[in-house]
């Protein structure tokens, strides 16, 4: 079984700039969500996607965007950066529909610093 | 709009120690609550999930509680070693998909 993975594991842009960040899921896993971390605070939950599907949104603006594809990977993209979103970004896989509590299991991360 | 804050923002004991690290949370009507440990610059590791209707749960060293009514969860940390210093985070889970984390609590564990 293989764990969540994310890349790349760090990338540097500058204002104005678009990126994409990538992350497989858990083997097995249907839902994707995203995280913002910025420096010393918790992560913000950004959106998530199941079946291909947005399946719930936190309060980020339109220029955050992803997809979820056939094989449950998923890119998170966005466009016009800004200097806030300098933050770590997590991305989290989790079965859905299990009744177990679908615990979350998070990748290590991208760290995007935005000049 | 839920919120989770967690004191103390950060934590220093001498190897040995048990601790206890709180969290509480504004809306009761959650699904879960989660603990999860964050090395620094590195993604989180899930230590424990209480579901809504559970009191406790129990791993090794690590014993978190819930108290749904008064939007408490406690993480306690028995005989405290080095290798536990990092930061703690607790998070619920509520309507909408989403997890709500708290600011976190900065654990160093001093041999």
């Known amino acids: 079984e293989t764990g969540v993975t994310q890349s790349p594991t760090h990338l540097i842009k500058t204002r104005g700039q678009q990126v994409t960040l990538r992350c497989s899921s858990q083997?097995?896993?249907?839902?994707v969500s995203w995280y913002q971390q910025a420096l010393g605070q918790g992560p913000q939950f950004i959106f998530q996607?199941?079946?291909?599907?947005?399946?719930g949104r936190g309060n980020f603006p339109p220029r955050f965007s992803g997809l979820q594809f056939p094989n449950y990977s998923s890119e998170l993209n966005v466009n016009a950066l800004e200097l806030d979103d300098s933050a770590l970004y997590l991305c989290?896989?989790?079965?859905?529909?299990?009744?177990?509590?679908?615990?979350?299991?998070f990748g290590p991360g991208t760290r995007l610093l935005v000049l | 709009k839920q919120e989770v804050t967690q004191i103390p923002a950060a934590l220093s004991v001498p190897e040995g120690e048990n601790l206890v690290l709180n969290c509480s949370f504004t809306?009761?009507?959650?699904?879960?609550l989660q603990w999860f440990r964050q090395d620094p610059g590195k993604g989180l590791t899930s230590l424990l999930l209480?579901?809504?209707?559970?009191r406790e749960q129990t791993s090794g060293r690590l014993n978190a509680s819930l108290d749904k009514s008064s939007g408490r969860s406690t993480l306690y940390i028995a005989a405290s070693q080095p290798g536990d210093s990092a930061t703690y985070l607790c998070?619920?889970?509520?309507?909408?998909?989403?997890?709500?984390f708290g600011g976190g609590t900065r654990l160093m564990v001093k041999p």
């Open positions: 989290a896989s989790s079965l859905a529909g299990t009744g177990a509590g679908e615990t979350q299991y």
């Open positions: 083997s097995g896993h249907n839902t």
């Open positions: 996607y199941y079946r291909e599907e947005e399946n």
């Open positions: 809306d009761s009507a959650i699904y879960n």
């Open positions: 209480i579901q809504s209707s559970q």
């Open positions: 998070a619920v889970k509520g309507a909408g998909n989403m997890l709500t």
